[in-house]
């Protein structure tokens, strides 16, 4: 009977200590482009048409407005489409400042205009106006402010953020066809992850799996799922690097030429594909078509490297490639994470190589398919477990 006692009061504290973070549900693009001729890119690299987008739900303002923001670990500046945008190309709406009464613009204080965003005060209003620049040559320009913002939480209720700071967008460049603005998920000066807490955590259902199944979810604070293999994490001008030790296919190592320097590899959801700097890439890719024994007819495709056939038809010839990271932890990409089907009877390589100039390597969102990334910012520490994302529904 004690032994039952002790067992129900575990049980009670255990329901009592339901983290109530904010659990964001992730909506795939491809969901809002359905009957839809519309194309997308990815706002980084490469320019590939309807690449992989994860697009967070959450509302703004007083009244609440919904937005869909893309989500993005490789920036730190939020940013949604303010009013009429004459650049902007998406059909979803943005928000009006002028009918929410918690906006509130700022001023540019004592920023450098060498920041990213980069910040230019406008003496006449008071104002500060930003230009937040992406390396595929996209862009949003803008009024910073503040703005409350509101989330789900696990438990069914709503979080509610006052004073965030964000980027009221008037200009959008090239690109951000889908959704109403960006979710900045990087830890620079104006992350919105100041208000959330020190831990995130990103799940990414399979791209194989039904467009609007749900599955996908970004958690904050009590709520980030925090568990797997891990490794060191160095947030670096507003990036998440980790150290990348060896790439294996298959289980054999291939020769190492990444670079030996403290965190080259970053963590970027606003990159979509593999990205390999130099020789690194050139290896893969040999090796790759290797075990293919020439049976496919090899292409390129932009960027990309391509074959004809499809994934389907083809795994049982397909390798599966490892990315090992300090201390062990290891990121897994079997043929369905590696590859993409393309068209009907070809697929490509989900692998680039890093835009010239870039001697480092990019994990983008086509890698982490099907794994819960945790981010625990106060430990430096970054969790990879692999595992089915409805599992943690």
């Not at 996209?138 to 964000?166: C, I, W, Y």
């Not at 480092?360 to 692999?386: S, W």
């Amino acid at each position: 009977m004690k032994i039952f006692f002790t067992i129900l009061v575990q049980l009670v504290f255990a329901t009592l200590a339901k983290p109530t973070g904010p659990v964001v549900r992730l909506v795939r693009q491809e969901a809002l482009l359905a009957g839809k001729n519309q194309e997308t890119i990815s706002h980084l690299t490469p320019n590939h048409n309807n690449p992989p987008v994860f697009l967070a739900e959450v509302s703004i303002g007083q009244p609440p407005f919904p937005q869909l923001l893309y989500v993005d670990s490789g920036s730190s500046l939020t940013w949604i489409k303010c009013g009429a945008c004459n650049t902007c190309q998406s059909q979803v709406p943005g928000y009006d400042p002028k009918a929410s009464s918690t906006y509130k613009s700022v001023s540019c204080g004592n920023s450098s205009f060498a920041s990213s965003p980069a910040l230019y005060p406008v003496i006449r209003t008071g104002e500060c106006h930003y230009r937040q620049m992406y390396l595929d040559g996209s862009e949003s320009r803008g009024t910073l402010a503040k703005e409350t913002m509101r989330f789900e939480t696990e438990d069914g209720g709503v979080n509610s953020l006052p004073d965030v700071d964000f980027g009221c967008a008037h200009d959008i460049i090239n690109g951000f066809s889908v959704g109403s603005g960006l979710l900045g998920l990087a830890y620079g000066k104006f992350s919105i992850l100041k208000k959330l807490g020190n831990k995130f955590s990103l799940c990414f259902e399979t791209l194989r799996s039904e467009p609007n199944s749900g599955h996908s979810f970004l958690a904050f604070g009590d709520a980030a799922r925090t568990t797997g293999q891990s490794t060191a994490l160095f947030m670096m001008y507003d990036h998440y690097h980790v150290d990348l030790e060896t790439i294996s296919i298959n289980g054999k190592d291939i020769p190492n030429f990444l670079a030996p320097i403290k965190g080259n590899t970053i963590i970027d959801t606003g990159t979509s594909m593999l990205n390999l700097a130099g020789q690194s890439y050139f290896e893969l890719k040999s090796h790759i078509e290797s075990k293919l024994d020439g049976h496919l007819n090899t292409f390129t495709d932009g960027q990309l490297a391509c074959y004809n056939g499809t994934i389907q038809r083809e795994l049982p010839s397909l390798p599966t490639v490892t990315l090992t990271f300090y201390k062990g932890a290891s990121l897994m990409l079997d043929p369905t994470s590696l590859f993409h089907q393309s068209g009907d009877e070809y697929f490509c390589l989900a692998v680039v190589m890093s835009p010239e100039g870039i001697d480092i390597n990019i994990i983008g969102t086509t890698a982490l398919q099907n794994y819960n990334i945790g981010f625990d910012l106060e430990d430096e520490t970054i969790y990879f477990d692999k595992i089915s994302c409805d599992y943690l529904n």
